[in-house]
C-alpha cells in the first residue's frame, strides 16, 4: 500500500543488549545479518508470502547507532522510490541517503523532512512476472 508505514528501525549502542531486551519483553525474534551490521526484528508471525500475517502488523531492524541515525526511524511505502526523492526535495526535504538496492527484495532510501527528522523510503521490486511495484503489506527483509 503506497504512503503506508512497512518497516521501522531502532538504533542500539549495544545490538546484543538491544535483542535480549525486545526479546525478553516482547518476544520479538532476531535474525542477524552481520555482514550488514543489521538485524531483522520479527515482530509478528510470517504468512507464506513472506508478509506479516496479522493485519497492521510490521517487522523491524535493528541497526548500530552511527552518525546522524539516532533515533528511530519508520519507513514509508512508495511506488516510485526516484520520484518521491523528487517530491521530497521539491517540498522542502533532502536526501539523506540515496536509493540502494536490497538484493531481490527492493530499494530504499532516507530522507529527511522539513522538521529535520530521517525517515526511510522502501519500494518494493516487481517480481518477474508480475505488474506494478507498490508494497502490499510487504515487510523489509521479508
Known amino acids: 500500500m503506497a504512503g503506508g508505514v512497512v518497516h521501522f528501525e531502532i538504533p542500539a549502542d549495544d545490538e ?3 535483542r535480549e531486551f525486545y526479546s525478553s519483553i516482547f518476544g520479538w525474534e532476531f535474525q542477524v545479518l552481520p555482514e550488514m551490521d543489521y538485524s531483522l526484528a520479527m515482530t ?11 493485519s497492521g502488523s510490521i517487522n523491524g531492524g535493528l541497526f548500530r547507532r552511527t552518525g546522524q541515525l539516532t533515533a ?10 526516484d520520484a518521491a526523492l523528487e517530491q521530497i526535495v521539491a517540498h522542502g526535504g533532502s536526501v539523506h541517503r540515496e536509493k540502494m538496492e536490497v538484493s531481490g527484495s527492493g530499494w530504499n532510501a532516507y530522507f529527511k523532512d522539513s522538521e529535520g527528522n530521517i525517515v526511510g523510503l522502501w519500494q ?3 517480481p518477474e512476472g508480475g505488474a506494478g511495484s507498490a508494497a502490499s503489506g510487504n515487510d523489509l527483509g521479508a
Not at 509478528?44 to 496479522?54: N, S
Not at 528511530?72 to 522510490?81: N, Q, R, S, Y
Open 16 to 18: 546484543s543488549r538491544a
Open 44 to 54: 509478528t508471525p510470517m504468512d507464506e508470502h513472506g508478509r506479516p500475517a496479522v
Open 72 to 81: 528511530p526511524v519508520v519507513t514509508v511505502d512508495v511506488a516510485d522510490i
Open 124 to 126: 518494493n521490486a516487481v
